[in-house]
């Protein structure tokens, strides 16, 4: 009678088993079938699209002058205020002259002697030596004194406004600049270019200017430099702009953008919704088809027409065309993700 009862007990204790493990298999397969992501996607194509880089960038003055004579004392005298505006030649800066008027008086008796010396040459009464010697030390005071009245008497070397006054008269110049000089009249401002675009980029390009401060009024500059090396961290290349600024509305230190057309590119262009941004920052990505699993590729902003968007991938290579965008149902993927494609 036990040993009927231990029978029945061990049937039923592997019906319950099996029954359970066949529920268990059930779920795993569902499970697994769940675990494919129905998406849509759209083979990428080339296309040639007339480029035009947007850029931002800074304005700086086109010429930048600190005003640091090369000797030091007393500043007698500062002509200017912050604000000024001087022309080419204007007196900034008058330095203590005691240094300049001891080498006048030295260069004018220097003078005297050398041209006694020149008259008795001319008889044959001195030797050439002597006559080489007393010339030289003439010229070196000359020269003496016209470097001691450029560094006393402080000019500007180009038309522009004071930007910045760092002394008061009668206090010790010591090296520090006394003044800055800047020009506004006309500006230039560095953009750092993606590499891809340097065979197309040439000097003398024109480049249209905007600001925020004057929303529909377009600024004229041109390409003038284009540098010839490309950085290697950031794979951009520079160039400079020179911008004519007569009207004087914008100023250096502006925040500003540059549209430069660069005519027609052979780019991949895709639907905007298929970008995705990484939460917490500003990196995009998108995710194509490999194969029946999801690749993640990061991927860069380019121009945008209406509804698409231009996309440049982070590596080289990492897209080409017929690749196969995920266009719906990427934002549930994540990278390795099972994917059926769905019409």
């Not at 035009?52 to 002509?79: D, K, Q, R, V």
């Not at 008497?153 to 000089?181: C, H, N, R, W």
């Not at 270019?193 to 065979?199: A, D, N």
């Not at 490309?230 to 009207?247: E, G, M, R, V």
């Amino acid at each position: 009678m036990n040993k009927a009862i231990r029978l029945t007990a061990i049937v039923l204790a592997t019906i319950g088993i099996v029954a359970c493990g066949g529920k268990g298999g059930d779920k795993a397969a569902t499970t697994t079938a769940k675990e494919a992501e129905k998406v849509k996607v759209q083979t990428l194509e080339s296309e040639r699209i007339a480029k035009t880089l947007e850029l931002s960038s800074t304005l700086e003055g086109y010429e930048t002058m600190n005003i640091a004579p090369s000797l030091t004392g007393h500043i007698e005298h500062i002509y200017v205020e912050v604000g000024s505006r001087v022309q080419k030649g204007s007196m900034l800066v008058r330095m203590d002259q005691t240094q300049l008027n001891t080498t006048r008086i030295n260069l004018a008796s220097t003078k005297t002697e050398f041209e006694r010396v020149s008259a008795l040459k001319q008889s044959g009464s001195i030797s050439q030596q002597v006559y080489d010697q007393t010339k030289a030390g003439y010229d070196q005071l000359a020269e003496n004194e016209k470097f001691l009245e450029q560094n006393t008497f402080v000019k500007a070397q180009f038309a522009g406004v004071i930007s910045a006054k760092y002394y008061e008269d009668g206090e010790m110049y010591a090296g520090q600049p006394i003044l800055t000089l800047t020009q506004i009249s006309r500006l230039k401002a560095i953009i750092n270019i993606p590499e891809t675009y340097f065979p197309m980029v040439k000097q003398g390009m024109k480049v249209e200017i905007e600001s925020d401060i004057y929303p529909g009024e377009v600024f004229p500059a041109t390409i003038e430099i284009v540098y010839p090396t490309i950085d290697a961290a950031s794979h951009t290349f520079q160039a400079k702009l020179n911008i004519p600024n007569a009207s004087e509305k914008i100023r250096p230190g502006m925040y500003v953008r540059t549209r430069l057309a660069v005519g027609e590119v052979d780019a991949i262009v895709v639907p905007y919704q298929s970008v995705l941004k990484l939460t917490g920052s500003n990196d995009r990505y998108v995710f194509v088809n490999d194969n029946g699993t999801a690749r993640r590729v990061a991927v860069t902003l380019g121009q945008r027409y209406d509804d698409r968007i231009e996309i440049i991938p982070v590596e080289s290579g990492a897209l080409k065309a017929g690749d196969e965008l995920v266009v719906t149902g990427q934002a549930r993927l994540v990278d390795g993700a099972t994917l059926e494609i769905v019409e």
